[in-house]
């Protein structure tokens, strides 16, 4: 069965892959063609395509955040003084330069945005908050929650 990407509709393969490179994208292909039953090449195809139409973006580490002394995390609701377009991106690009920053969404609700943050303990947090977070440009004011415990944290 051919791959149909360029009609933005995937085969039971191509999401077979994602869920396959999602969960291990250091697998080989020729392990990765033996899951899905294909051949190598063309699970290399197929992989290649996904990847040039931006299915995948790309991959990396992950990290054990303990193991690197980042255990704690929390989540700040932030509120700007100004939502203009100019306002939200400056915004957006003064949050990218923030390491510390993990996370960060627009939110259609009571805040404008909820930023994930993570920190090696919560007086790192609480310097990170006043320090870094409350000078980004246009915060009004945030509040902050505290995770206990990470249930689930994973991508697609």
Known sequence: M?????????????????R????????????????VGLSKSPAQVRVRKLQEHGYVLGYRAMLNPAKLGLD???FAEVKLTDTTEKALSAFNAAVMKVPEIEECHMIAGSFDYLIKVRTAD???????????????????????????????ESGL
Do not use: C, F, N
């Not at 994208?25 to 990765?32: F, K, M, P, V």
């Not at 870094?132 to 990470?150: D, E, N, R, Y």
């Open 20 to 35: 396959i490179l999602s969960a291990d994208g250091r697998i080989s292909i020729a392990d990765l063609a033996r899951q």
């Open 122 to 152: 919560i007086q790192s947090y609480r310097q990170v908050l006043g320090e870094v977070i409350s000078a980004l440009p246009h915060v009004g004011a945030t509040s902050t929650h505290v995770s206990m415990q990470a249930v689930k």
């Open 2 to 18: 051919p791959i149909r990407i360029e009609t933005d509709q995937l085969d039971r393969i191509d999401h077979r892959i994602l």
């Open 72 to 74: 704690h995390v929390a």
